[in-house]
């Protein structure tokens, strides 16, 4: 019998793996990189290098579960996952969305809405008439309310002042381009800083969100409408997701991603929604937890408990 499941949760800017035996002992891998397709083809190194530190733990594995970022939207790149997932994993695995992985965990396969503000944006909703996703369109399509939407959304707000079509909005501009740093100099500032990123355009954005924040803790006011717009969007998202799922309303709901340590999105979103519920797994315990039904281990509350508190305390 195989030692281990795993299960990887994947996304626009990180890769966290992490392994659990039969008694729910759990073993957590370094993490890697994004390993979106749709942001280029730096995913390929990346997943090829997860999977290899996933098969190097002795003792042989049973099955993997993999939440993907963009699986299931772009059928060649789904087909360029899989045929590597085939090659290199060797044992069976169920792939799936990054943010279905992260309800599967939050609701334990249960009934609810996941709204997922991160790099980018989704909800995903789980009900009597199934499961749904609403937004997730990236962030040249959509992506409204997610870090990179609030990044970009700054960033033109900013370049609109400083050229003169929005005077009232000077104050704001010139606060984000002094947090921004010695990149963001002269007239063209914001476009000055954003093409001495490295990396994606998005990522680059999605990281001017925390600016945003605590310019609107500070009292910009520029700052703070644009984190309600982003409330605002995400439970448009929300509801629709819910209304297509058969959920009633209110509904349960728990907020995912980065995004959600800015109180004032928070706030705003709660006047929408209600508020949330705590979830019942983190997201490696919940596909750990698939992983583990997939090896036929029956395992019970008390093994995802478990297994849920180890990936708590080392995150």
């Known amino acids: 019998m195989a030692t281990w499941v795993a299960a990887l949760d994947g996304g626009g800017t990180k890769t966290a793996m992490a392994l659990a035996d039969c008694r729910g002992a759990v073993s957590i891998l370094p993490e890697g990189p994004g390993c979106n397709p749709q942001d280029g ?6 997943l090829r290098e997860a999977i290899a530190r996933i098969r190097r733990a002795s003792g042989g594995l049973a099955t993997a579960v993999l939440g993907l970022p963009g699986f299931g939207e772009v059928q060649a790149h789904d087909a360029a996952v899989v045929a590597l997932l085939r090659e290199h994993l060797q044992v069976s695995f169920e792939p799936m969305n990054d943010v279905f992985l992260a309800h599967l965990g939050a609701f334990g396969g249960g009934a609810g809405v996941l709204v997922l503000s991160g790099t980018g944006s989704m909800a995903v909703a789980r009900g009597p ?3 749904v996703r609403v937004g997730g369109w990236g962030d040249i399509l959509g992506d409204e309310g997610s870090a990179g939407w609030i990044g970009r959304e700054a960033l033109a707000s900013a370049g609109r002042a400083m050229d003169g ?4 909005g000077r104050a704001f501009a010139d606060a984000l381009v002094a947090r921004l740093g010695r990149q963001a100099e002269g007239p063209f500032a914001p476009l000055t800083w954003l093409m001495a990123q490295p990396g994606t355009p998005r990522a680059a954005m999605a990281a001017v969100a ?7 803790e500070e009292g910009q006011e520029m700052a703070a409408v644009i984190l309600k717009d982003a409330a605002d969007t995400l439970a448009w998202q929300a509801k629709t997701a819910a209304r ?3 959920l009633p309303e209110p ?3 728990v907020p995912a991603g980065g995004t959600f340590k800015s109180r004032t999105l928070g706030s705003h979103l709660r006047d929408w929604l209600g508020p949330p519920e705590s979830p019942r797994l983190t997201t490696l315990a919940g596909g750990l937890l698939r992983a583990a039904e997939l ?8 093994w995802a408990a478990h297994v849920d508190a180890q990936l708590r305390a080392w995150a």
């Open 41 to 46: 083809p730096a995913w390929e190194p990346v």
């Open 129 to 131: 008439a199934g499961m």
């Open 165 to 168: 079509r929005f005077p009232s």
């Open 210 to 216: 925390r600016h945003v924040d605590a310019l609107a």
């Open 244 to 246: 297509l799922a058969g």
């Open 251 to 253: 509904f349960l709901w």
């Open 295 to 302: 090896a036929g281990w029956s395992p019970d509350d008390v």
